[in-house]
T-cell receptor
Framework: SQQGEEDPQALSIQEGENATMNCSYK?????LQWYRQNSGRGLVHLIL?????REKHSGRLRVTLDTSKKSSSLLITASRAADTASYFC????????????FGRGTSLIVHP | DAGVTQSPTHLIKTRGQQVTLRCSPK?????VSWYQQALGQGPQFIFQ???????QRGNFPDRFSGHQFPNYSSELNVNALLLGDSALYLC?????????????FGPGTRLTVL
């Protein structure tokens, strides 16, 4: 079973628009990570947010974490065609071995 | 500074055969993890190697085994291949064995089982 689930499954926007994707998880976590994957290649780490943090920024990326709702969001501002990719959240499970669990991802298409 | 490298890029095998995939971690990293990513799914953790030992394992059968060499490179072996083993196999390396820290992924090996 998957710990994190991204929503929506697919998102199609125009260049310059903002893209928001969400991740919900089931059990408490120590941290949550967002990754990007271009066309079936390796994953690129974007941001790690810890359970005691509420918001983090990295360039055009903004990640929020709401532990009370067990959810996180990734916002990409002023999107570019190069942002076209699949985006995954990965959560760990505390209280033992930290095995990262990925959701199915959000497929983002940014039209030029 | 070379990132994580994997070989081969693509591989086609027949059911029942055995396969070995290889991974070289990013310079300075001593921990290697392997993931299986089926089409349309997120990566699933197979196992992690640190100090030449398997440290953690996901929910995969014993047909999946691995090895880490003194130079930190790693191999993933899959025996008695099934059609369902067709997937992208990703290797990730990190400085620390704690999986909740940042990992750097290789480009993957696409395995097709016929």
């Amino acid at each position: 079973s998957q710990q994190g689930e991204e929503d929506p499954q697919a998102l199609s926007i125009q260049e310059g628009e903002n893209a928001t994707m969400n991740c919900s998880y089931k059990t408490s976590i120590n941290n949550l990570q967002w990754y990007r994957q271009n066309s079936g290649r390796g994953l690129v780490h974007l941001i790690l947010i810890r359970s005691n943090e509420r918001e983090k920024h990295s360039g055009r990326l903004r990640v929020t974490l709401d532990t009370s709702k067990k959810s996180s969001s990734l916002l990409i501002t002023a999107s570019r065609a190069a942002d076209t990719a699949s985006y995954f959240c990965a959560t760990d499970r505390p209280g033992g071995s930290y095995i990262p669990t990925f959701g199915r991802g959000t497929s983002l298409i940014v039209h030029p | 500074d070379a990132g994580v490298t994997q070989s081969p890029t693509h591989l086609i095998k027949t059911r029942g055969q055995q396969v070995t995939l290889r991974c070289s971690p990013k310079s300075g990293h001593d921990t290697v993890s392997w993931y299986q990513q089926a089409l349309g799914q997120g990566p699933q953790f197979i196992f992690q190697y640190y100090e030449e030992e398997e440290r953690q394992r996901g929910n995969f059968p014993d047909r999946f085994s691995g090895h880490q060499f003194p130079n930190y490179s790693s191999e993933l072996n899959v025996n008695a291949l099934l059609l369902g083993d067709s997937a992208l196999y990703l290797c990730a390396s990190s400085e620390l064995p704690q999986l909740h820290e940042e990992q750097f992924f290789g480009p993957g090996t696409r395995l097709t089982v016929l």
